[in-house]
């Protein structure tokens, strides 16, 4: 019960995380109301942009995770109070307005949260063991073992040489170990427990905003989607659908890109039907694209491929150039992620771990 306890505290914990960082995009808007799931949604992949920034130049001069884990804690400090003194006061309106919405709305709130309850509850509670499980959940004891990032082999715990570029950009799994060192919480705890409850939460306020968008705020029409959502996740998982990494995977960066990254790319292909010249959406879209490449490698491909299946026939829709050229801008992280991958390959260059 006390490890049950520490992990909600730890996933609430995060949530808050996402929604101060969400607020430096949110809170800035002009002529929209500021939204405590758009701040959730947004927040997290700012905070994993934010992250890489801190966590490629620390690993790049071969220092320990102990040094980036100080540094990261003082940047989570930073930007705290920077959003506490800019956005205290929409953070209370956004509370009262949480506290109304759900006092009018009791039945969808709970239904809701039952939903996501039940999804916990399975999916933490299954046993989960791939190939994949050994990477993610390796790299992280590995980095606490070593005190070091991505200069150990997680599959063996040989040294190497040099950095395996597969996973050079894609940090998600150190970030993990930052957050265990900086927590004292055991890996398979924090991966398999924490960030796996983290992520249900987050890709149901995507399907939240997403059913809420297509039905016209119609909240009971959104509740049947989510729950509906939720029977497909269960009772449709395969090797060839996001579903399986969902309910099988979760603690994996790939399900992040599947199960929250794709369904918000329809959100936002939806939005930009409305207005394909909304700023936000597009900004919103670059910082998306960006930290999908820490989240798994696997989306420097993904994404691109997800943007223009909907921004092509976006582009047919409106008649403007202006579409592809920037989506192309949006994608470029993904590509040029992809090139220094296929030199790596090609062994055109090396990054040396001495």
């Given at each position: 019960?006390?490890?049950?306890?520490?992990?909600?505290?730890?996933v609430i914990f995060n949530l808050i995380l996402y929604f101060?960082?969400?607020?430096?995009?949110?809170?800035?808007?002009?002529?929209?109301?500021?939204?405590?799931?758009?701040?959730?949604?947004?927040?997290?992949?700012?905070?994993?942009?934010?992250?890489?920034?801190?966590?490629?130049?620390?690993?790049?001069?071969?220092?320990?995770?102990?040094?980036?884990?100080?540094?990261?804690?003082?940047?989570?400090?930073?930007?705290?109070?920077?959003?506490?003194?800019?956005?205290?006061?929409?953070?209370?309106?956004?509370?009262?307005?949480?506290?109304?919405?759900?006092?009018?709305?009791?039945?969808?709130?709970?239904?809701?949260?039952?939903?996501?309850?039940?999804?916990?509850?399975?999916?933490?509670?299954?046993?989960?063991?791939?190939?994949?499980?050994?990477?993610?959940?390796?790299?992280?004891?590995?980095?606490?073992?070593?005190?070091?990032?991505?200069?150990?082999?997680?599959?063996?715990?040989?040294?190497?040489?040099?950095?395996?570029?597969?996973?050079?950009?894609?940090?998600?799994?150190?970030?993990?170990?930052?957050?265990?060192?900086?927590?004292?919480?055991?890996?398979?705890?924090?991966?398999?427990?924490?960030?796996?409850?983290?992520?249900?939460?987050?890709?149901?306020?995507?399907?939240?905003?997403?059913?809420?968008?297509?039905?016209?705020?119609?909240?009971?029409?959104?509740?049947?989607?989510?729950?509906?959502?939720?029977?497909?996740?269960?009772?449709?998982?395969?090797?060839?659908?996001?579903?399986?990494?969902?309910?099988?995977?979760?603690?994996?960066?790939?399900?992040?890109?599947?199960?929250?990254?794709?369904?918000?790319?329809?959100?936002?292909?939806?939005?930009?039907?409305?207005?394909?010249?909304?700023?936000?959406?597009?900004?919103?879209?670059?910082?998306?694209?960006?930290?999908?490449?820490?989240?798994?490698?696997?989306?420097?491909?993904?994404?691109?491929?997800?943007?223009?299946?909907?921004?092509?026939?976006?582009?047919?829709?409106?008649?403007?150039?202006?579409?592809?050229?920037?989506?192309?801008?949006?994608?470029?992280?993904?590509?040029?992620?992809?090139?220094?991958?296929?030199?790596?390959?090609?062994?055109?260059?090396?990054?040396?771990?001495?």
């Amino acid at each position: 019960m006390i490890v049950t306890g520490l992990c909600s505290l730890a996933v609430i914990f995060n949530l808050i995380l996402y929604f101060i960082f969400g607020s430096l995009i949110t809170g800035n808007l002009q002529n929209r109301r500021f939204s405590a799931t758009l701040s959730v949604i947004m927040g997290f992949f700012l905070y994993y942009v934010m992250f890489e920034a801190v966590c490629l130049p620390v690993m790049l001069m071969k220092k320990p995770l102990h040094l980036l884990s100080y540094i990261w804690a003082g940047v989570i400090i930073i930007i705290t109070i920077v959003s506490f003194v800019l956005h205290r006061k929409r953070w209370l309106g956004c509370f009262k307005e949480a506290v109304e919405f759900v006092k009018k709305h009791a039945v969808f709130c709970i239904v809701t949260a039952v939903i996501i309850l039940l999804e916990c509850i399975i999916i933490i509670s299954c046993y989960q063991f791939t190939l994949d499980a050994a990477y993610y959940v390796g790299t992280v004891s590995t980095s606490l073992v070593t005190d070091s990032i991505n200069i150990y082999n997680p599959y063996t715990g040989m040294w190497q040489d040099h950095f395996e570029m597969r996973y050079f950009f894609s940090n998600y799994a150190i970030n993990d170990a930052v957050m265990c060192f900086l927590t004292g919480m055991h890996p398979l705890v924090w991966t398999k427990t924490v960030m796996e409850g983290t992520v249900i939460i987050l890709s149901d306020l995507v399907l939240y905003r997403l059913g809420r968008e297509l039905f016209k705020g119609d909240l009971k029409r959104t509740g049947v989607f989510m729950f509906f959502v939720a029977l497909i996740c269960f009772f449709y998982s395969t090797i060839y659908t996001a579903q399986e990494f969902f309910v099988t995977r979760t603690f994996e960066g790939k399900t992040v890109v599947g199960s929250v990254i794709m369904p918000l790319v329809l959100l936002v292909y939806i939005k930009l039907l409305s207005d394909h010249r909304d700023r936000f959406c597009w900004s919103g879209l670059l910082v998306i694209s960006i930290a999908s490449i820490v989240l798994s490698n696997s989306a420097s491909m993904l994404f691109p491929a997800a943007l223009f299946i909907f921004m092509i026939p976006l582009f047919f829709i409106k008649r403007d150039i202006g579409i592809l050229i920037k989506s192309v801008i949006v994608v470029m992280p993904c590509l040029i992620s992809v090139l220094l991958y296929v030199l790596y390959v090609k062994g055109y260059f090396v990054i040396r771990t001495m």
